[in-house]
């Protein structure tokens, strides 16, 4: 599949120049490049006139829309024509031999997957490439360092403790379902789907380890940023945490600084 993709990929600077006065055709590129079993979204997509029949010849795409969400069978090039053959509906249609050695990550920031589920991860909503919320709720006898009681009933706090958090991978939702060309698969039975079940995202050692914290002593939600507000992805280290051998550890104690839960 990926060798016949490769032979389709035409860069867009190639394709305005001839023809004479052949009619053109919108199809959709890459706007950036695409790695290899990415889930696209609509920030790696545009679309650009062609000269030619490439809509019949090359099984390429005419609308963004039609391309958001599916998977990249091959590394795409920036500015490359997108067609069905270099796309499948199911990240597990996508030989795992063929995964890159390393995930993209910018330097300073680690990889980190955490749990979801229906209610937890706004109902499966969320894809690569979004951006996330992280509230926490946390009773107030966690940040409670000294013997004495809390008196009356249980104070629980709700707090807004990660903004702008980047979905790099997504864990077992579906399978057994067509690619984008419309080939069949090879496994047996029929589709099968479901709830995604954990988010891979993309924060640095010191966010990890609070949120380490969060995961092991609150309840956690999240919620999904509009598309509006997504930032670009991270291309250098965060000053706050620009190596992992800049975090230190966390406790309540530091949470608290931080967040400032029991001053609410």
């Known amino acids: 599949m990926a060798v016949i ?14 023809g004479g006065g052949a009619a053109s055709t919108v199809v959709v590129v890459a706007k950036q490049t695409i790695p290899l079993r990415h889930q696209i979204t609509s920030s790696d997509l545009t679309t650009a006139k062609v000269s030619g029949d490439f809509t019949s010849v090359h099984n390429v795409y005419t609308n963004t829309s039609d391309v958001v969400n599916l998977i990249a069978e091959i590394n795409i090039t920036q500015g490359s024509v997108i067609t069905a053959d270099m796309l499948a509906k199911d990240i597990n249609l ?5 995964a890159p050695a390393y995930l993209p990550l910018a330097s300073g920031y680690v990889a980190m997957t955490i749990p979801t589920g229906e209610q937890q991860g706004v109902a499966g909503h969320i894809s690569v490439g979004d951006y ?17 009681q809390q ?9 807004t403790v990660f903004t702008n958090i980047r979905v790099i991978g997504l864990g077992p939702a579906s399978a057994n379902v067509q690619p984008a060309s419309g080939q069949t ?45 997504y930032l670009t992805a991270p291309t250098a280290p965060d000053p706050s945490c620009p ?12 949470v608290d600084n ?7």
């Open 5 to 18: 993709a490769f032979g389709a990929v035409f860069l867009v600077g190639n394709l305005g120049g001839g």
């Open 94 to 98: 996508v030989p795992t031999g063929s």
């Open 132 to 148: 996330i919320t992280v509230i926490a709720s946390a009773s107030l006898t966690v940040f409670n360092t000294t013997n004495g």
């Open 151 to 159: 008196q009356g009933p249980t104070k629980v706090v709700s707090k």
């Open 185 to 229: 698969t090879t496994a047996s039975g029929g589709p099968t789907s479901g709830v995604t079940s954990s988010l891979t995202v993309e924060i640095t050692q010191c966010d990890a380890e609070y949120f380490t914290w969060f995961l092991g002593n609150t309840n956690l939600r999240y919620t999904l940023e509009s598309f509006h507000d």
């Open 243 to 254: 190596t992992v051998v800049a975090a230190q550890g966390v406790s309540q104690k530091e």
């Open 258 to 264: 931080r967040y400032h839960f029991t001053s609410l």
